[in-house]
T-cell receptor, first 114, second 113 residues
Framework: ETGVTQSPTHLIKTRGQQVTLRCSSQ?????VSWYQQALGQGPQFIFQ???????GRGNFPPRFSGLQFPNYSSELNVNALELDDSALYLC?????????????FGQGTRLTVV | DQQVKQNSPSLSVQEGRISILNCDYT??????FLWYKKYPAEGPTFLIS?????DKNEDGRFTVFLNKSAKHLSLHIVPSQPGDSAVYFC????????????FGKGTRLHILP
């Protein structure tokens, strides 16, 4: 079991609403990334935060935004929700190792937009 | 454009036999590869990784092989056990500033009794 926890685990929202998802990172990890996993697909990178600043972004519109806090926990905010935003949202905390990256995922938040 | 491809959506293997999951990639800049395992209602769990400077990495029942010239990697599970039934994701990273993980679509492995 990882130290990465996400809340809530499930959420139902109406199209046009806004949502905030939360993630606490693994102890010792200063980087948090968010991924969207649609049905039948692999996780797709949304963005990454390193020491409270955005450190890279995938192909997602600006209505997807985030924050990282001094304790390295993070939030993902999605405005003007669309039906296609229904997916599993995964948070991963990570740190560089000697030869690669150590990344641990939370259990995810299942978002349904109706 | 799918940079990491897992062309087999599912695979069934008899318990005790070898499971071989395959993965192809297109980006020659990838320098670190990972395999994740995912059960329903859980996040992906890290299994094993390999650096692009190596061609094999072994950890218990799991071995990952990398063929850089073919841009192909595979995960071998020997012997396969019932608890190995899950979705397996192949993933890759370019070790630069953001280290974003690029995932394949996954292969669902069924271990048959």
């Amino acid at each position: 079991e990882t130290g990465v926890t996400q809340s809530p685990t499930h959420l139902i929202k109406t199209r046009g609403q806004q949502v905030t998802l939360r993630c606490s990172s693994q102890s010792g990890h200063n980087t948090v990334s968010w991924y969207q996993q649609a049905l039948g697909q692999g996780p797709q990178f949304i963005f990454q935060y390193y020491r409270e600043e955005e450190n890279g972004r995938g192909n997602f519109p600006p209505r997807f935004s985030g924050l990282q806090f001094p304790n390295y926990s993070s939030e993902l905010n999605v405005n003007a929700l669309e039906l296609d935003d229904s997916a599993l949202y995964l948070c991963a905390s990570s740190r560089k190792t000697g030869f690669g990256t150590e990344a641990f995922f939370g259990q995810g938040t299942r978002l349904t937009v109706v | 454009d799918q940079q990491v491809k897992q062309n087999s959506p599912s695979l069934s293997v008899q318990e005790g036999r070898i499971s071989i999951l395959n993965c192809d990639y297109t980006n020659s800049m990838f320098d670190y590869f990972l395999w994740y395992k995912k059960y329903p209602a859980e996040g992906p769990t890290f299994l094993i990784s390999i650096s692009s400077i190596k061609d094999k990495n072994e950890d218990g029942r799991f071995t990952v092989f990398l063929n850089k010239s073919a841009k192909h990697l595979s995960l071998h599970i020997v012997p396969s056990q019932p608890g190995d039934s899950a979705v397996y994701f192949c993933a890759a990273i370019v070790m630069n500033r953001d280290d974003k993980i690029i995932f394949g679509k996954g292969t669902r492995l069924h271990i048959l009794p």
